[in-house]
Nanobody, 120 residues
Framework: QVQLVESGGGLVQPGGSLRLSCAAS????????MGWYSQAPGKQRELVAA???????NYAESVKGRFTISRDNAKNTVHLQMNSLKSEDTAVYYCNAAGVLTMIRKSDYWGQGTQVTVSS
């Protein structure tokens, strides 16, 4: 059984920083892509940033230059460093692991979500 556990959300003032972390547990052989999605109230879940096992990254236009995604393949962890936060970054952030290869199957998984609130 694969589980994704997120941490690092919270309340921060505009212009501040937060670091989100996500750890995948279970008997995992490999993970193709790990990423972060955000979902604001009344809106669809959307990609914030993703990183492949080879280190290629993809960012939403709205976070380029402010957010940095990183990954430790050996530990099956992914991090999102969020700087210069804006009120519009307020959302629930979900960790995603795509193409998770275990002994049984290859599948995608989601974390439970962590709230990020940017407010003065």
């Amino acid at each position: 059984q694969v589980q994704l556990v997120e941490s690092g959300g919270g309340l921060v003032q505009p212009g501040g920083s937060l670091r989100l972390s996500c750890a995948a547990s279970g008997t995992i052989f490999s993970i193709n892509t790990m990423g972060w999605y955000s979902q604001a109230p009344g809106k669809q879940r959307e990609l914030v940033a993703a990183i492949t096992s080879g280190g290629s990254t993809n960012y939403a236009e709205s976070v380029k230059g402010r957010f940095t995604i990183s990954r430790d393949n050996a530990k099956n962890t992914v991090h999102l460093q969020m700087n210069s936060l804006k009120s519009e970054d307020t959302a629930v952030y979900y960790c995603n692991a795509a193409g998770v290869l275990t002994m049984i199957r290859k599948s995608d998984y989601w974390g439970q979500g962590t709230q990020v609130t940017v407010s003065s």
